[in-house]
């Protein structure tokens, strides 16, 4: 299987934290995968998603993304890959449609085609009676789904989602997770994050559970389930692996 993404022993420390966000964690996700990063709060997983994505540096440690190292290719790296954010990375005073053409042009797509894209997305996600609409007006369902076209417009070879179905009602969720399934169906390799396990259960080839900086176990859902006695869901091997213990840090 061709590997699209290796990461060796990366660890993140915040300045003035006392304990290590990531610790010497080492994965390997192969082309065209849907890989879930699950884990509970502040295990790690948006810190990763944000060095993969190169928003933030890792203290040390090393990945490549389809071969190209992170040291030596920021700019390739960041023409193949596709961020959808857990924060709103949209101007509120702004249409979607202008919205997505400023976060379009960033990829130098031409004006035309990406006029065309725009169209064909919102339309996609049932909001092209919307997109002229000012995006403070739009719900949390509207907003996900414009944030998701956002990362998507330049068709990126690797896309990376930081819970892309928080807070949004079973119809925006929907409409995502079928973009998603037909963006996989087309070639794009996912690595997404969730605490939503039903549906990691059912939307990932293969998924890794992050506790505490450190991978705890990684494979393909089925085969995680049937590892664990009595388990039926992966809720129920989350459990087993991670415990019940609140994870309260600040
Ligand atoms: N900018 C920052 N400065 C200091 N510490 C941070 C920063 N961002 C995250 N952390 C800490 O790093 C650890 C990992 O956080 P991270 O946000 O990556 O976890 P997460 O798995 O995405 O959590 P959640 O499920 O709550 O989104 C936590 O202890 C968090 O408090």
Not at 69 to 85: A, L
């Amino acid at each position: 299987m061709e590997e699209t993404i290796r990461i060796h022993q990366l660890s993140k420390h915040y300045r003035g934290s006392d304990r290590y966000a990531l610790k010497d964690l080492s994965l390997s996700i192969n082309r065209n995968e849907v890989f879930g990063l699950l884990g509970p709060n502040g295990a790690g997983k948006t810190t990763l998603i944000s060095i993969l994505c190169g928003m933030i540096a890792p203290t040390s440690g090393e990945w490549w993304l389809n071969g190209l190292s992170h040291r030596k290719n920021r700019r390739k790296i960041q023409q193949q890959i596709g961020i959808v954010p857990q924060e709103y990375a949209l101007y509120p005073t702004l249409s979607a449609e202008e919205n997505l053409y400023y976060f379009g042009s960033l990829y130098g797509l031409s004006s035309l085609d990406l006029r065309q894209r725009i169209r064909e997305g919102l339309h996609r996600v049932g909001l092209a009676d919307f997109a002229h609409k000012p995006i403070k007006t739009f719900s949390g369902g509207m907003q996900r789904r414009v944030n998701l076209l956002a990362g998507i417009l330049h068709r990126p070879n690797v896309l990376f989602l930081d819970e892309p179905t928080v807070g949004v009602d079973v119809q925006s969720k929907e409409v995502i997770m079928a973009l998603l399934h037909e963006l996989n169906a087309q070639g794009t390799t996912i690595i997404y994050s969730s605490h939503h396990l039903n549906e990691a259960q059912h939307f990932c080839t293969r998924i890794a559970i992050i506790d505490d900086g450190r991978i705890v176990v990684e494979g393909k859902p089925q085969q995680l389930i049937a590892s664990v006695a009595g388990a039926t869901s992966l809720e129920n091997v989350f459990i087993h692996l991670t415990g019940s213990q609140l994870r309260d840090y600040a």
